[in-house]
């Protein structure tokens, strides 16, 4: 059974980091494109980042683009998120999603979600 | 940047209406669009991909269609496990991935 587990939120002063991690199991994690997609709270879904089988390519949103660094550790089984200089509009749930295989395209499985807050 | 554009952002329907969303792309994406289903506090659910494929264990009165810049997903009977916001996202390139708004639909 495919299962993305986020950890790593939690309540951040603005301008502090975060980093939110993702455990994957019950697929063969170092075969696919992973993604991170976040949603405001009462808001709609937004398409955060993503990362190659390998790590060697990453895309972000260009309103994320230098504050966020997305990386994996496929002898880990792991996706992560670091988050620097934190606005209170990053305040949403952060979903860690695998991206289908063929195309690397849309999400078919996705975690839980963690929560993360930014507030003085 | 591809912009996604989703109508109604509101529905409202009797259990057994047949009910339609539509998403509409700012430039052609082909067939590149997915459509999820999401409930209050869980996470969104594929249900159909490339337009108009069927998600495995997704009920058949989900469909798709469309291609280019429209595109629509189709419940042809609703039922009460369906009551929930409904996103289209496009999948065009790899460098860029975008949601539609979102459609809640309601219980009439």
């Known amino acids: 059974e495919v299962q993305l587990m986020e950890s790593g939120g939690g309540l951040v002063q603005p301008g502090g980091s975060l980093r939110l991690s993702c455990a994957a199991s019950?697929?063969?994690?170092?075969?696919?494109?992973m993604s991170w997609v976040r949603q405001a709270p009462g808001k709609g879904l937004e398409w955060v980042a993503n990362?190659?089988?390998?790590?060697?390519?990453?895309y972000y949103v260009d309103s994320m683009k230098g504050r966020f660094t997305i990386s994996r550790d496929n002898a880990k089984n792991s996706l992560y998120l670091q988050m620097n200089s934190l606005r209170a509009e990053d305040t949403a749930v952060y979903y860690c999603?695998?991206?289908?295989?063929?195309?690397?395209?849309?999400?078919?499985?996705w975690g839980q979600g963690t929560l993360v807050t930014v507030s003085s | 940047d591809i912009q996604m554009t989703q109508s109604p952002s509101t529905l409202s329907a009797f259990v057994g209406d047949r009910v339609t969303i539509t998403c509409r792309a700012s430039?052609?994406?082909?067939?590149?669009l997915a459509w999820y289903q999401q409930k209050p506090g869980k996470a969104p659910k594929l249900l159909i991909y490339?337009?108009?494929s069927l998600e495995s264990g997704v009920p058949s009165r989900f469909s798709g269609s469309g291609s280019g810049t429209e595109f629509t997903l189709t419940i042809s009977s609703l039922q009460p496990d369906d009551f929930a916001t409904y996103y289209c996202?496009?999948?065009?390139?790899?460098?860029?991935?975008?949601f539609g708004q979102g459609t809640k639909l309601e219980i009439k």
């Open positions: 996202q496009q999948y065009n390139s790899i460098r860029e991935y975008t």
């Open positions: 019950g697929f063969t994690f170092s075969s696919y494109w």
């Open positions: 490339k337009a108009s």
């Open positions: 990362i190659k089988q390998d790590g060697s390519d990453k």
């Open positions: 999603a695998r991206t289908e295989r063929v195309r690397a395209g849309y999400f078919d499985y």
């Open positions: 430039q052609s994406i082909s067939s590149w």
